[in-house]
C-alpha cells in the first residue's frame, strides 16, 4: 500500500496575507527548478502543513493547519433529548504520540483525536489558519 505525501506551503512575503503555494508531492518540491533558496532560507520563510491522506465530506485534502468543523448527537440514557454539540478546531500533528489531532482549546475545549473526529456528523474543512483565523477567534 502506497500512500501519497504531499505538503503545502505558506511563503512568508512581509504583506498583511501570506502567499500560498499549491499542493506539492515530495518529489514536485525536489525537482522544482523554481527555488533559488538554501533549505535554511526555506525553512525560515515557509509554513509547511502535511496532508494527512483523508478528505473531508466533501473530498477536500485536509491539512495540518485546516480548520475543521464537526458536530455529534447524544443520546442522554433513557430520555428521549438529543443534545447535539458543534466543535471547531485547528487540524494538528501530536509528534510525542504519532498521531494528528484536532485542537479545540482556544474555544475552552480540548482536542480530539483526529481519526474519531472524521466520523462526527458534518465533519469538514472551512478554511485554514492562514487565511480563516477569524473562524478561531469566532468560537472563544
Known amino acids: 500500500m502506497t500512500r501519497e505525501i504531499k505538503f503545502r506551503a505558506w511563503i512568508e512575503t512581509g504583506n498583511e496575507t501570506d502567499d500560498y503555494v499549491e ?3 515530495i518529489q514536485q518540491m525536489i525537482h522544482s ?3 533559488t533558496f538554501s533549505l535554511e532560507q526555506l525553512n525560515d520563510l515557509v509554513d509547511f502543513e502535511q496532508f494527512t491522506g483523508l478528505h473531508d465530506k466533501n473530498g477536500r485534502e485536509i491539512y495540518e493547519g485546516d480548520i475543521v468543523s464537526f458536530g455529534s448527537v447524544w443520546n442522554n440514557g433513557d430520555n428521549e433529548d438529543i443534545d447535539e454539540e458543534f466543535h ?3 487540524v494538528e500533528y501530536d509528534p510525542h504520540d504519532a ?3 484536532v485542537n479545540c482549546e482556544e474555544s475552552g ?3 480530539f483525536l483526529f481519526m474519531e473526529v472524521v466520523n462526527y456528523d458534518g465533519f469538514g474543512v472551512i478554511g485554514n489558519i492562514f487565511e480563516n483565523p477569524e473562524l478561531l477567534e469566532g468560537k472563544q
Open 23 to 25: 499542493p506539492m508531492t
Open 33 to 35: 527548478k523554481e527555488s
Open 88 to 90: 471547531i478546531g485547528v
Open 99 to 101: 498521531v494528528y489531532n
Open 109 to 111: 475545549e480540548h482536542r
